[in-house]
């Protein structure tokens, strides 16, 4: 099971603790990359060079060509957000490169029920408790919302800056023709393929439980907020919404 972790109000909790991807311009909707107040990264990890993470995740398939697949992701990501390449070359970060590894995020979101601030706190920890805790979230693009599948948080120095990105397994590949059963219970059912986001586009937690050997069900009954998201994507989808 995925889940989505300790929502809490703003008020109850102060600041606590200081093969290519697909175009950038596909998920960039108005992307401030400048900084933002709607997520903060923290449970910072010592710096690990690209040669470490891609023998340390070997097994994962995720991982397969971990630097290759930033530096296109990279290429494409900079010039969407109209932010110049380094010298005007195409970034080609080495296996020596550190990147520095995060496995807390905290996002502030607005809640569609009463248009209040609230905040989730969502965790990429391969040991939380003795236990490995990687949540889900809902994923802003420029065509819709997505639902992905935290795999990897970690700010990526590029020239004088560093840019907060998630590796992601995105679930958004299609699963053919909807089940009948689908349909009856009115489930969502989600499949994934692993890609980097901009953390900034991360909008809060969600919750999936796998059910086929590829496939996962979004639950929507966490709270009435996530009720509410995924009946925009239930009809987004053109599925009938039975309520």
């Not at 933002?36 to 070997?58: C, D, G, W, Y």
């Not at 005007?88 to 601030?117: M, P, Y």
């Amino acid at each position: 099971m995925f889940t989505s972790q300790g929502q809490a109000n703003n008020d109850d909790d102060k600041d606590e603790d200081e093969d290519a991807q697909r175009p950038a311009s596909d998920f960039l909707p108005g992307l401030n990359v400048n900084g933002s107040l709607h997520v903060k990264l923290s449970s910072s990890q010592a710096p690990q060079m690209f040669a470490l993470i891609e023998n340390t995740h070997q097994n994962d398939d995720a991982f397969t060509n971990f630097r290759v697949k930033l530096n296109s992701f990279l290429n494409d990501f900079l010039p969407a957000c109209n932010i110049p390449l380094p010298d005007g070359k195409r970034i080609h970060l080495k296996s020596d490169v550190a990147v520095t590894a995060h496995q807390f995020l905290r996002v502030n979101f607005e809640s569609l029920v009463d248009w209040q601030q609230h905040m989730d706190y969502l965790w990429c920890n391969p040991c939380f408790y003795n236990a490995p805790c990687f949540n889900c979230v809902f994923i802003q693009t420029c065509a819709n919302v997505i639902i992905g599948h935290l795999l990897f948080l970690f700010d990526c120095p590029i020239g004088e800056d560093l840019f907060p990105l998630a590796l992601v397994h995105s679930f958004n590949a299609h699963t053919g023709m909807r089940l009948r059963k689908d349909g009856q219970l009115n489930l969502f059912r989600v499949r994934a393929q692993a890609e980097f986001f901009s953390v900034r586009l991360i909008i809060r937690g969600a919750l999936l439980v796998h059910d086929a050997s590829l496939d996962y069900l979004v639950v929507d009954m966490v709270d009435t907020d996530m009720f509410l998201r995924m009946k925009e994507m239930h009809l987004q989808a053109g599925h009938v919404v039975r309520i």
